[in-house]
């Protein structure tokens, strides 16, 4: 049974940094990606950013590029989200994916972790 687990969601002030990160078991990733999605209140769930866990590319929504940082370790199957400089407009449940290849769909989904960000 595959699983994704995220921690590290909470309350942070907007301009500090919070991390998160998902670890994956039962199966591994390592021709496909691993990602974090989104989702505020009253809005649909979007694409915050992706990495593939065989070289590393990384791919990032326009709201977060510059300031989110997603990396992962492979041994660990796990990703990471490196949230800086933070505003209010990023509070969110953020949830993990993962797919098996980077063209199929995003079939593996973790609980989602809720991040907060106070002005």
């Known amino acids: 049974q595959v699983q994704l687990v995220e921690s590290g969601g909470g309350l942070v002030q907007a301009g500090g940094s919070l991390s998160l990160s998902c670890r994956a078991s039962?199966?591994?990733?390592?021709?496909?990606?691993m990602g974090w999605f989104r989702q505020a209140p009253g809005k649909e769930r979007e694409f915050a950013a992706r990495?593939?866990?065989?070289?590393?590319?990384?791919t990032y929504a326009d709201s977060v590029k510059g300031r989110f940082t997603i990396s992962r370790d492979r041994d660990k199957n796990t990703v990471y989200l490196q949230m800086n400089s933070p505003k209010p407009e990023d509070t969110a449940v953020y949830c993990c994916?993962?797919?098996?290849?980077?063209?199929?769909?995003?079939?593996?989904w973790g609980q989602g972790t809720q991040v907060t960000v106070s002005s």
């Open positions: 990495i593939t866990m065989s070289r590393g590319f990384t």
């Open positions: 994916a993962a797919r098996e290849s980077v063209v199929t769909d995003w079939n593996y």
């Open positions: 039962g199966r591994t990733f390592s021709s496909g990606s």
